[in-house]
C-alpha cells in the first residue's frame, strides 16, 4: 500500500495509468474511491493519482478542525513527493474547494483546474445543511448520515431507477475496513463552511473548467456562476436532469467532458 509521509501526516494514495498527470481530490466525507469510474476511464491517457484526504480513509495525521488551505498544502505536498510538477487538478464539491485552494497556493502545479458542483463562498443554506449534518454524524450510525447526505447528492431517478446501485453504496459503507468517524466527518465540514476564496478566484490563471447540475440542491448553480463572475476566462458547463454527483451518475458524459478539456490543455 503506497503512503506519502509528508510533515505530520501519512497519506495514503494509488497511482493507475501512464501519461500526463491527473490530480483526483474528493469530496467530504469520500476516500479516494470515490473516483473509481474516473480512475478506470483516465488510466489509458493520463497517470492518475487519486488519494484520502486527511480524516477520511487510510491518511494519518493529527486530528481536525480542518481548513481547506490544509487539505491543499497536503495535495501539494503528495503531488511534490511524486515528483510531479504539474497536474491537471479535479475537484468535486469539497473537493473542488481544495482545488481552488490549490491553484491559489501553490500555482505553478495547476497544469488546468476542473471545478464540479462547488463553491467559492459557503452562504447561509450551504452553511446550514452542514451544521444539520454535523448534528446528524454525532447521534446516528454513519450508514444512516450516509443515506442522509445522499439524498441531497443524487437525482431521484438514481434512487428509483437504479436500486442495485444504491444498494452496493449501503454495503460498501457497511463493510468499510477504514470508517470515517463522526469526529472526522464533522471537522472536514467545518473546512466546508469555512472555505472563502470568492473574492480571490480572479487571480487563478490556470485554464478552468466549471460544471454543475441543474437539479443540484446541495450547491445550486449560482455557487458555479459566482465563480465564473470572478473568473471571467472559465468554461461552464451545466449537467442537465442532474444533482451534485454526475461523475457518478453519469459518468460516460462526465468522463468525455473531462478528458476533452484536459487534452486541450
Known sequence: MP??????????????????????????????QAWELQATAFRERHRVIVFDNPGVGRTEGPPGPYTTELFADTAAGLLRSLGIEAAHVVGASMGGTIAQQIALRHATLVRSLSLHCTWGRADGHLTAIMRSWQRYAREVPLIDLCRQCWLWVFTVWWFNDRPDEVAKLEQDVLEAEWPQTPAAFCDQAEACIGHDVLDRLGEVEAPTLLTVGDRDMLTPAHHTYAIKDRMPQARVRVWQQMAHAPFWEIADEFNRVQLEFMKEH
Open 3 to 32: 503512503f506519502a509521509e509528508l510533515e505530520e501526516r501519512r497519506v495514503y494514495y494509488e497511482v493507475h495509468g501512464e501519461g500526463d498527470p491527473v490530480l483526483l481530490v474528493a469530496g467530504l466525507g469520500a476516500d479516494h
